[in-house]
Nanobody, 116 residues
C-alpha cells in the first residue's frame, strides 16, 4: 500500500523559509515522478514543482528562483525548500507520486501560512 506523509509546514513571516518533506512507503518511490501541489482557500489545486525519476525538475513560474524540489531515493523522501516566502504562498501543500506503471497517490497535506 502506498503512503505519503508530509511534514514541515507551519507559520512563517514574509521573506522566511520552510522545508517540506514527504516520506513515501513502499518500493515504488524510485519509479515515480514526485510532485508538490498546493491549494489555497477558494482556489484550485495547482502544481508547484515536479521532479522526475532521473532528477529533472520543473516549477510553476511564481516559485521559480525561490523554491527547490529534491529527492533522496535512499530515504524514499522528496523535499521542497521554500525561500523568500510570500503571503500568496499560503496554502495546503500536497505531495504527489506518479509511478511509471500508472496511478497517482496523494499525501494528506500540510498547511503553510505566510503572515506577519
Amino acid at each position: 500500500q502506498v503512503q505519503l506523509v508530509e511534514s514541515g509546514g507551519g507559520l512563517v513571516q514574509p521573506g522566511g523559509s520552510l522545508r517540506l518533506s514527504c516520506a513515501a512507503s513502499g518500493t515504488f518511490f524510485r519509479l515515480s515522478a514526485m510532485g508538490w501541489y498546493r491549494q489555497a482557500p477558494g482556489k484550485q489545486r495547482e502544481l508547484v514543482a515536479v521532479i522526475t525519476t532521473r532528477g529533472s525538475t520543473n516549477y510553476t513560474d511564481s516559485v521559480k528562483g525561490r523554491f527547490t524540489i529534491s529527492r533522496d531515493n535512499a530515504k524514499n523522501t522528496v523535499y521542497l525548500q521554500m525561500n523568500s516566502l510570500k503571503p500568496e504562498d499560503t496554502a495546503v501543500y500536497y505531495c504527489n507520486a506518479k509511478p511509471i506503471f500508472g496511478g497517482t497517490h496523494w499525501g494528506q497535506g500540510t498547511q503553510v501560512t505566510v503572515s506577519s
